[in-house]
Structure formats: C-alpha cells, structure tokens
C-alpha cells in the first residue's frame, strides 16, 4: 500500500501517456512502415515501353485525401472504355455511423445519366451498392456481402467484364453476387468524379489509391492488389487507365495524363491510427 501510494500516480501518469500514444497510432503496425512523399512513384510510357518508375515498393502513401461532405476530385479528360473494365479504391468513413447513400467514385457519360457510381446503402445493411444506368435499363444494382463498419479501411473493387456481361463487387477479397447489365454501357466517360455518386451525394471520410484498368481484373489479381495495402502500385500497367494515389494530390500517375481537380479536398497525414496492413 505504502509502494502505491508513494509511485501510484507515476503508474497512472505512465498508463494515461500509454492510452494517448495507442489513440494516436503510434502502436499500429502501419505507421512503422516507410512513408510516400506524393509523386514517388508513377507510371512512365514510351514507344518501347511501359513501366514503373521511382520508389514504389512496401510504402504507404504519406497522406489521403480527406472529403468532408462537400469535396471531391473531378477528372475532366475523357475516359474511354470500350469493353471490360475494373475500378478499385480504399476507403474510410470517418463519421460515429456510416453515411446513408452517401457516394465515393463515379464515372458517367457526357449526359451524366448513363455509367457506374458506388456508394454505401443506408443501415441496417451498410453494404457497398453500385449502380449501372444504360440505355436500355436505368438503375441496376448489385452489392457487396460485406457489412462495413465505420471507422475502418476497405479495399473495394467493381469488375465488368464484356464477354459474360456481368458485374460483380468485391470487398476487400470477398466477392458479391455477379449481376448481368441490360442495355449498352457508354464507351467514353466524361462525368468522372472521386467523393461524390450518381446523386452528388458527398463522401465523408477518407479516399486513397484509386485505379482504373480496360480490363476485367480477375479474384487473383484482385487479391494480390488487396495485399499490396493501401500503397500498392497498379497490377496490370499495360490495362492501367488511370491512377490517383490521392497522395498529396489529385494528379494522374498512370501516364494517361486523366489529371484531377481537387475541390474542398484535404490532405491528411494523420490517417493511419485506422489502418492495418493486409495478411496473406
């Protein structure tokens, strides 16, 4: 008792310093790892080849962007996708629930009306949705099997691929349900936005990572993108379309020059207290 009362407030003064360095991530296995300066590693193409260039291995991205509601990035070349297609992301919703069909990535045609977005459904279910409008059938769906908790990194992938006209999402590595598009999707994309859907509904929390293939990635690719982590570079670079790390900016980095115009976004570098890397 004597030894209590004479060290008991060093003891709580050490565990009080212990929680606040825990709520700060410094104990998350993430923050160990090197960190990414923005632009240090990119896509570089020439006549002869294509390939990675810089510092693109085991990093982590020193900053993602951070959307409030009202943010987002507006990619104004246009995107053309003429068959099969992949887009992935990681994600973060910042907020104590998360948000009711509140969006995170579009790509639509000129009209705006016809194209893919992806956004969370309301609670109870929290699920990623992803809505398709073609010219035959507006308005299909299909979701994830994954219930998300706010608060928490996810790698989410959308695949379409041409010859079985499905379209499957995937959390993570867990797959949803494939879905068959009615209808013709566009070829050329020129309503493309990071941090809003369909609607204009806002994100609220964090984006990072984004990536773009003319292809329909398959499970194997997709899980070994997943465990690359949040800082994985693209897996396919002759498929890559567009790459925005989201790493300080909103510029491209697959070399196709589809650069991003950031609005109210913010780039935080006090991210990873909510991160853990990927195991196998």
Same mark, same amino acid.
């Given at each position: ?23 700060? &991530? ?42 409030? &509601? ?112 009615? &209808? ?97």
């Amino acid at each position: 008792m004597e030894y209590l009362m004479t060290y008991g407030w060093a003891i709580l003064a050490i565990a009080i310093v212990m929680v606040s360095l825990y709520s700060l &991530g410094i104990f998350n296995s993430g923050n160990l790892q090197p960190v990414a300066a923005p632009g240090s590693c990119q896509i570089v193409r020439t006549a002869a080849q294509i390939s990675l260039a810089g510092q693109c291995s085991n990093l982590i991205p020193k900053y993602v962007g951070q959307f409030n &509601g009202n943010a987002n990035v507006s990619i104004a070349a246009t995107i053309t996708l003429p068959g099969s297609f992949t887009y992935s992301a990681w994600i973060f919703w910042t907020g104590s629930s998360l948000p009711n069909y509140n969006g995170f990535l579009r790509f639509h045609d000129s009209t705006g009306l016809y194209g893919s977005s992806s956004q969370v459904e309301p609670a109870p279910n929290d699920l990623i949705y992803v809505r398709w409008d073609t010219s035959a059938a507006q308005s299909q769906y299909t979701t994830s099997t994954t219930n998300l908790q706010s608060k928490t990194w996810y790698f989410y992938t959308v695949t379409y691929n041409s010859g079985t006209n499905q379209v499957t999402v995937y959390v993570n590595t867990v797959p949803g349900s494939s879905v068959g598009v009615a &209808g013709t999707l566009p070829t050329k994309y020129t309503d493309n936005k990071i941090g809003v859907t369909y609607t204009g509904g806002a994100w609220a929390g964090y984006i990072s990572n984004v990536q773009l293939y003319n292809t329909s990635l398959d499970s194997a690719s997709i899980k070994a993108l997943y465990l690359e982590g949040i800082g994985g570079t693209p897996i396919n670079v002759q498929n890559l379309v567009g790459w925005w790390p989201l790493n300080g900016n909103a510029n491209d980095y697959s070399g196709n020059n589809n650069q991003g115009t950031a609005t109210n976004t913010v780039w935080n570098a006090n991210w990873q207290s909510g991160y853990t890397a990927p195991a196998s």
